[in-house]
């Protein structure tokens, strides 16, 4: 990928992503974690999940297997809304990868339930990182922040200079908060801190088994779907 880059005279953050089969431990290439780990680290990855079918109970013990991961891996808890927390955090962080935001099954009536905690949630986010010295920021966005507006005559596929109008009709709460949210994070970067580099991943859906009981909104709408409770679906 470093020929390829150098080639484009660009420079991407590298995610990668492995599997593991059985109980066994191993990915479908046969490794262990720890063996998987020595033959990508060479790519220098900005990160790297690995996934199992067979739940997370049975995922566990295999990410301890790496040489201290105990040590390397921590957990806070954090408010979108408020301050305390934020800088202790990111101190001493490579990179954020910001994935929090509302998104509930069901719409809000009133569509600063969603927009608020995203918005602030974000830009909380990204002044903790700037005062952290932390350079690379990675903000789960959706494609939703882009194809809520009409196209320009002439052009018939959205793309990366798309952005979706908040006030649109079709703009429901948590279309409006996303879009804000990133417009906010780009607009954050602009004037207040160009030393970040920002990437912003505009997805469709998130999809992935979940480490505990709590599914959380796009899971449910899986269930949803294979329960036949939408009327749309068979």
Known sequence: CEEIFAE??????????????????RTL???????FWHSIRHARPFTVGL??????????????????????????????????GWSEAVAGAAALVHTA??????????????????????????????????????LTSSIVAVCYGELPAGKTV??????TDPEAQTATPYVKSKTLAERGAWHFVETEAP??????????FVLGPPLDDRIGTSLQVIQRMLAAKDPALP
């Open 8 to 25: 484009k005279g660009i420079h991407l953050p590298v995610m990668i992503s492995g599997t593991i089969t059985d109980l066994s431990g």
């Open 29 to 35: 290439s046969g490794q262990t974690p720890t063996a």
């Open 51 to 84: 996934n199992c079918a067979l739940g997370a109970a049975a995922m566990r013990p295999h990410l301890a297997e790496p040489a201290g991961l105990e040590e390397r891996l921590t957990f806070v808890a954090l408010d979108l809304g408020h301050d305390a």
């Open 101 to 138: 935001s509302p998104f509930p099954l069901e719409e809000p009536k009133n569509a600063d339930e969603l927009v608020r905690p995203a918005v602030d949630g974000t830009l909380r986010a990204l002044r903790a990182t700037q005062a952290a010295g932390v350079g690379r920021v990675v």
């Open 158 to 163: 959205y793309d990366e200079s798309d952005w």
């Open 195 to 204: 030393e970040l580099r920002l990437t912003a991943i505009n997805a469709g």
